[in-house]
């Protein structure tokens, strides 16, 4: 059902993302509808991941890896990435396949997925607006401190790509690789 959901939701955003780039000429609206698409993105990424999170609490392990486990935070990827291939063997990064998923790996690069993720942040808690914290964690050069940041639409469309992979990757991971 999760598997469906995500991967509606993520298709849905990518039609809506080329229906946009057709019918609106406005190019703040379009930047505004970027912005929610990279928001939306990792909202969506997260539900799931919580979801999947207390299939994996039901297993048997120690309360420091219960709460170690509780803590994690799927807006920090490569955090919860790593903690999860020590822990479970489980990757958002990629899926290593078996006889009916075949094997996929992420379509982008760590930096790429770093920067939208911090442009997400700065969008929802500091209102699109760059800060040393935004500088120094996503390795933006584009912005400078102060200024407004901006989504284009081939970022948008790579990002919700990424994210939708990374959702099916924690999916097959928990529905096929735990035993």
């Known amino acids: 059902m999760f598997r469906t959901v995500l991967i509606e939701s993520m298709n849905e955003m990518l039609k809506q993302l080329q229906e ?3 019918n609106v000429s406005d190019e703040s609206k379009r930047g505004s509808v970027w912005e929610q698409m990279t928001k939306d993105s990792v909202t969506n990424l997260e539900a799931l991941a919580n979801h ?3 299939k994996l609490l039901c297993a048997p392990m120690t309360p420091r890896r219960r709460k170690q486990l509780e803590n994690v935070s799927f807006q920090n990827p490569f955090q919860a990435d790593k903690a ?3 822990w479970f ?3 958002l990064m990629e899926w290593v396949g078996n006889d009916l998923v075949p094997k996929r790996r992420l379509p982008s690069d760590s930096s790429f ?3 939208m993720f911090q442009k997400r942040h700065v969008l929802v808690h500091n209102k699109g607006i760059v800060n040393e914290e935004y500088l120094e964690r996503s390795g933006d050069t584009e912005f400078s401190l102060g200024e ?3 989504v284009r639409d081939h970022e948008a469309k790579l ?3 990424t994210v939708r ?4 990757n924690l999916l097959d991971g928990v529905e096929y690789g735990i035993q």
């Not at 992979?165 to 099916?168: F, P, S, V």
Request: cysteine-free; aromatic content about 8%.
């Open 52 to 54: 999947l999170r207390f």
């Open 165 to 168: 992979a990374m959702g099916e």
């Open 84 to 86: 999860l291939l020590e």
């Open 113 to 115: 997925i770093k920067k």
């Open 89 to 91: 063997d489980i990757s």
């Open 148 to 150: 407004r940041i901006a």
């Open 159 to 161: 990002f919700i790509e």
């Open 20 to 22: 946009t780039k057709v």
